[in-house]
């Protein structure tokens, strides 16, 4: 039985290794168009308490002993499920037995005018990290939209490499998913 997941994030990287225990025989192929990677991982990354490689989830070593055809950097365009195959970004196919589709969810942005500036970017992948990385010094304004509980781990990250941080809250309360108790 061919195996393909789609998502190199922890949920197609727990799969790969259940797969692989229950059997060690079975073809496996997963797909991901960044590296495969612990997004929650990055605001310790963001912060440089970890190199980027604590952050990787796997490489070509683990992947060569897990037996898995790794595609990373690529992109599924079609899944034709009644052929069962997938149609990746440069017109190859991939045929399968079973696939999991494991790409995660998608970060949001405000509908307010500028959020989509060229200086404005989710905390969302290890390449954005690596920009903010990129472009940050002591002392760079950093203006943070969201004062939720994740929110606050990145809002220390960037305080850690020296940024001076703005947090705006729509709510009417920092970490506005957790209720306060009425006095």
């Not at 760079?140 to 990250?157: D, P, Q």
Request: with cysteine.
């Amino acid at each position: 039985m061919r195996h393909v997941i789609i998502g190199g994030g922890p949920t197609g990287m727990y799969a790969l290794d259940t797969i692989r225990k229950l059997d060690e025989s079975a073809p496996i192929t997963l797909i991901s168009d960044e590296p495969a990677y612990s997004r929650m991982a990055l605001p310790y990354y963001l912060a440089r308490e970890i190199p980027e490689e604590h952050v990787l989830l796997g490489n070509e070593r683990f992947f060569e002993e897990m037996r898995v055809d790794a595609l990373l950097g690529r992109r599924v365009t079609a899944i034709n499920p009644e052929q069962k195959a997938l149609t990746l970004d440069d017109g190859s196919t991939v045929n399968f037995d079973t696939l999991l589709i494991a790409t995660g969810s998608s970060p949001t942005r405000p509908g307010i005018p500028g959020a989509d500036g060229s200086k404005v970017t989710t905390l969302w992948t290890l390449q954005e990290s690596q920009d903010v990385l990129s472009h940050t010094m002591d002392e760079t304004e950093v203006v943070f939209i969201g004062a939720g509980f994740i929110g606050f781990i990145v809002i220390n990250a960037l305080y850690k490499i020296g940024c001076q941080v703005s947090v705006i809250e729509i709510q009417d309360q920092i970490l506005p998913r957790k209720s306060c108790p009425a006095e």
